[in-house]
C-alpha cells in the first residue's frame, strides 16, 4: 500500500508562484509514474504534469513554460514548481502515482491552490 501526502498549496496573486510536494511512503518510488492533476469547481479532473520513472515528463498544453514537475527519488517525493499562475489555475491538486504495467492508481488527499487578487 502507498499513501501520497501533499502540501505547499495555498492562497497566492495572479503572477505568483508556488511548489506543491507530494510524498509518498512504501519502496519503489523510482518506479512508479508520478502525476499531478487538477479540478476546479464543475469541471472533470484532468492531468497537469507527469514523470516517468525514466525521466520523461509531459505537461498539459495550458501550463507549458509555467510549470515544472521534479522529483527526488531518494526523498519518495514529486514538486510542482508553478510560476506565472492565473487565476484560470484554481483548483485542488492531486498528486497520483502508479507503477508501469499495474492498473492500481494511488491517489492523495489534495491541496487547494487558488490565484486571486
Known amino acids: 500500500?502507498?499513501?501520497?501526502?501533499?502540501?505547499g498549496g495555498g492562497l497566492v496573486q495572479p503572477g505568483g508562484s508556488l511548489?506543491?510536494?507530494?510524498?509518498?511512503s512504501g519502496s519503489s518510488f523510482s518506479t512508479y509514474t508520478?502525476?499531478?492533476y487538477r479540478q476546479a469547481p464543475g469541471k472533470q479532473r484532468e492531468?497537469?504534469?507527469a514523470s516517468t520513472s525514466g525521466g520523461t515528463t509531459n505537461y498539459a498544453d495550458s501550463v507549458k513554460g509555467r510549470f515544472t514537475i521534479s522529483r527526488d527519488n531518494a526523498k519518495n517525493t514529486v514538486y510542482l514548481?508553478?510560476?506565472s499562475l492565473k487565476p484560470e489555475d484554481t483548483a485542488v491538486y492531486?498528486?497520483?502515482g502508479h507503477r508501469p504495467l499495474s492498473s492500481t492508481l494511488y491517489w492523495g488527499q489534495g491541496t487547494?491552490?487558488?490565484v486571486s487578487s
Open 1 to 7: 500500500q502507498v499513501q501520497l501526502v501533499e502540501s
Open 19 to 24: 511548489r506543491l510536494s507530494c510524498a509518498a
Open 34 to 36: 508520478m502525476g499531478w
Open 47 to 49: 492531468l497537469v504534469a
Open 81 to 83: 514548481q508553478m510560476n
Open 94 to 96: 492531486y498528486c497520483r
Open 112 to 114: 487547494q491552490v487558488t
